[in-house]
């Protein structure tokens, strides 16, 4: 009974261990859903839009092949199709019913488009020659755009593959409880097996009959075999049944211990905390959700902005290349730079400009827009001493096939008063416009005022309109300076000053009280002539480094630029318009005509 009990527990154990390898094996589903274009239309551009990316759950695998290059890029589906613009392409969807990829050709006016790559919309880029292969696990609102050079036409063949939950929870129980079974049988085995072995012992009979052996006869030939040395047996082995069994009991534990391991997967257990379904969103935050529009840019797009603005920076601070410098900076901070550029050209001992640090970023202000231009507010510490003020960099980006540039670099104020108070950077602010006169002061007027504070200082009608007691800019440009310069120029020659119109935008972001953080410049231009007629006046070092000359009989100028922050209250507020940092240099500088 023993034995049958152990062959029973035997044949349930492999049925078992059977079963759940087969859940994992033959029966086991396939691991990915494949979905492939059939046929698509010649276009420069294929778009794969969000949607069809999650028509399924998971980590999205993406096979493109095709002649040539290859280029792969995502970012948020609004950037993409605005980046597309007018451009012919190709749109893919999923079609349920046969789980292939559908193409639909959009026409557009634009036959041929840019290379897509290095563009500051995309999150993430990709490069192959024939053929290309990556993981895309992107969130909803993130879609894919497939080209060649722009000019030839897209890849055609396109996969998307999503992967399939072929867990098999049971697999683990059947395993591990046939593993049972079998360490059970080997007991039951054993059992019988040492059961049996007593059963057949020797057995003998107890009794008065029983005879006596009789005793042996003597015989001579034995007796002299027996005085004989006997000969020497060979040594018994030292492997004998008991190793022979050490042997057999390692393969079931071997086999055990495979089995007990291929069980461990959490794939092949069922799920005990299924995790709770999280709270939807009330129709009253819905609704407040899809009125706000989308940042200018994300925190991991501006990263990578800034990191690129840096090294362009350096690049060119160092080989004085304003070509270079033109791709990530244009107006004021653009003027300013090329400017320095020539002086350090004409004498290397010249200082150069405050260096772009990318980061760390302690604030990003990004418009909250989904059009162009865009644009966003950075202030970037310096990486090595805190004890430095930190530089706010406005960035401004025109199209959406034109990279950010730098609009301005405003170094900010040393001052114990606090940085005005600003959303978050991933709800951005509205950009206020121009004449926006929900201000103290519209950015048009705090332009004006703070340009007549420059010239007459605290005689200024403005003057009471501005916080001048924390005003140190005021020392380097306004009346006081101006009249110490004058006072230095000597001889038969005149200096004047007369205001000088920015290049740069008024740009006006909102604050949360409704205030602005507006940037804005300006400039003034001096000019220095000679009071007599033929009179010949030797130049300053300025005009020396940026035009080599050393004296003229017309006369000179000297623009100097004014890149400014200011934090504008709302109107009726009794704050006053705050001065946040300062930038000046200069800008032009020649001889009169």
């Given amino acids: 009974m023993r034995f049958v009990a152990a062959i029973v527990s035997f044949v349930l154990a492999f049925v078992l261990i059977g079963l759940g390898l087969a859940q994992r094996t033959v029966f086991a589903g396939p691991e990915r859903l494949v979905a492939e274009t059939s046929s698509m239309d010649d276009a420069p551009v294929t778009l794969i839009e969000s949607e069809t990316l999650h028509a399924h759950d998971g980590r999205q695998r993406l096979n493109i092949s095709g002649p040539g290059d290859i280029v792969a890029v995502y970012g948020r589906t609004a950037d993409v199709q605005a980046w597309i613009g007018d451009a012919t392409h190709n749109v893919l969807t999923l079609d349920e019913e046969s789980d292939s990829l559908e193409a639909e050709l959009v026409e557009g006016e634009e036959e041929t488009v840019p290379s897509a790559l290095g563009s500051d919309l995309w999150l993430a880029e990709y490069t192959g020659e024939a053929a290309l292969t990556f993981m895309a696990n992107v969130p909803e609102g993130i879609s894919v755009l497939v080209m060649s050079n722009g000019k030839e036409a897209a890849p055609k063949d396109v996969s998307i593959a999503w992967p399939l939950d072929n867990r098999t929870p049971w697999a683990g129980p059947l395993i591990v409880a046939g593993v049972v079974l079998l360490i059970a049988g080997i007991g039951l085995y054993l059992w019988a097996l040492a059961h049996w072995r007593r059963m057949r012992g020797p057995r003998r009979k107890s009794g008065k009959g029983q005879k ?26 030292t492997r004998g049944r008991r190793s022979g069994r050490a042997r057999i009991a390692v393969v079931p534990g071997l086999l055990i211990g495979s089995l007990v391991f291929t069980g461990c997967s959490p794939d092949m257990w069922p799920r005990i905390d299924e995790p709770e379904p999280s709270p939807s969103a009330t129709a009253g935050a819905e609704a407040s959700v899809a009125a706000l529009k989308d940042v200018a840019v994300t925190e991991a797009q501006l990263r990578s902005i800034m990191a690129d603005i840096a090294t362009v920076a350096a690049e060119a601070d160092a080989s004085l290349d304003a070509d270079l410098l033109a791709t990530r900076f244009e107006g004021p901070a653009l003027e300013m730079r090329k400017s320095n550029y020539v002086m350090r050209a004409a004498d290397g001992a010249q200082p150069a400009p405050t260096p772009v640090h990318a980061e760390p970023i302690a604030l990003s202000l990004p418009q909250q827009t989904d059009a162009w231009p865009r644009v966003a507010l950075v202030i970037v510490q310096d990486p090595e001493d805190e004890t430095v003020v930190p530089m706010a960099y406005v960035l401004q980006q025109e199209s959406p096939r034109e990279n950010y540039r730098v609009q301005y670099g405003v170094k900010l104020q040393a001052t114990e008063q606090p940085f005005p108070q600003v959303a978050a950077e991933t709800v951005g602010a509205v950009r206020y416009s121009p004449d926006n006169k929900f201000l103290k002061l519209t950015p048009e007027q705090v332009a004006t005022a703070y ?76 000019t220095v002539t000679p009071t007599e007629a033929g009179a010949t006046i030797s130049v300053g070092p300025t005009v020396k480094l940026m035009t080599g000359l050393t004296e003229t009989t017309k006369g000179v100028y000297v623009t100097y630029g004014y890149q400014l922050l200011f934090y504008v209250p709302p109107a009726g507020s009794d704050e006053k318009i705050r001065l946040i940092g300062a930038t000046e240099g200069v800008t032009a500088a020649g001889e009169l005509p």
């Fill in 212 to 237: 006596m052996p009789r005793p042996p006869k003597y015989s001579a030939r034995k007796a002299a075999k027996a005085v004989r040395p006997a000969a020497p047996r060979p040594e018994a082995s």
């Fill in 451 to 526: 340009a007549d504070v420059l010239l007459n200082g605290t005689a200024s009608e403005y003057a009471e309109e501005f916080d001048l007691e924390n005003d140190s800019f005021l020392s380097i440009a306004g009346p006081d300076a101006r009249a110490a310069r004058a006072a230095a120029v000597s001889g038969p020659v005149a200096l004047a000053t007369t205001p000088a119109e920015g290049t740069g935008e008024r740009i006006a972001l909102a604050t949360n009280d409704t205030g602005a953080l507006l940037t804005l410049n300006f400039g003034d231009t001096e």
